[in-house]
């Protein structure tokens, strides 16, 4: 199947400061990559679509000024957390598919974000 | 509104057989999906069901009736590895992915 890459796996930070992870799908153009955030014992919440060449569609909830999304080429999407505060801890993952429309999701190997 | 429902733990044992229900309601349907997911890990992928019926894959089936909004995930010769979350997840008339909370599925020896 193919492959998405997600770097980097743990992160830990002060409070204030801004962690960007990356998603890159390795072997497909992916014109469409989703992120997530998941906490403890919790299922996968959806934060936002990020489509190549355009604004991320975010869902309702997510601050769109604290989460940045940048999806410059069809093989990466980047997710910045502005001003983490202990509350944005969390494990976050991004996924795309070769098939918007059908078939299964690519899962990164997740972000695990502690703000101390 | 959209749901779907799905148990949130189940305890089986090792070698034995254990069937993963879930019920959904959305607008529109475009696919059921089954995801794998262990503890600290991203979701793997399991399987893809769009019409009716059983798809087998190894000790692993998913079955889907949409008349009922009813797929269940079986899972044969249970073994310790087999030990996570296990999300169901719809396509909706939108190609929106609705994620179900998981079940946790315990395996004793």
């Known amino acids: 199947g193919a492959v998405v890459s997600q770097h980097p796996s743990r992160v830990i930070c002060k409070s204030g400061t801004s962690v960007k992870i990356e998603c890159r799908s390795l072997d497909f153009q992916a014109t469409t990559m989703f992120w997530y955030r998941q906490f403890p014992k919790q299922s996968l919440m959806l934060m936002a679509t990020?489509?190549?060449?355009?604004?991320?569609?975010?869902e309702q909830g997510v601050e769109k000024d604290k989460f940045l999304i940048n999806h410059a080429s069809l093989t990466l999407s980047t997710l910045t957390v502005t001003s983490a505060h202990p509350e944005d801890s969390s494990f976050y993952i991004c996924?795309?598919?070769?098939?918007?429309?059908?078939?299964?999701?690519?899962f990164g190997e997740g972000s695990r974000l502690t703000v101390l | 509104g959209q749901n779907i429902d799905q148990p949130t733990e189940m305890t089986a044992t090792e070698g034995a057989i254990v069937q993963i229900n879930c019920t959904y309601q959305t607008s529109g349907f475009n696919g059921l999906f089954w995801y794998q997911q262990h503890a600290g890990e991203a979701p793997t992928f399991l399987s893809y069901?769009?019409l009716d019926g059983l798809e087998e894959k190894g000790r692993f089936s998913s079955f889907l009736s949409r008349s009922k909004g009813y797929s269940y995930l079986l899972l044969k010769e249970l073994q310790m590895k087999d030990s996570a979350s296990y999300l169901c997840?719809?396509?909706?008339?939108?190609?929106?992915?609705?994620w179900g909370a998981g079940t946790k599925l315990i395996i004793k020896p």
């Open positions: 996924s795309a598919s070769d098939r918007p429309e059908g078939g299964e999701l690519f």
């Open positions: 990020s489509n190549e060449g355009s604004k991320a569609t975010y």
């Open positions: 069901n769009v």
């Open positions: 997840a719809v396509k909706d008339s939108n190609y929106q992915l609705i």
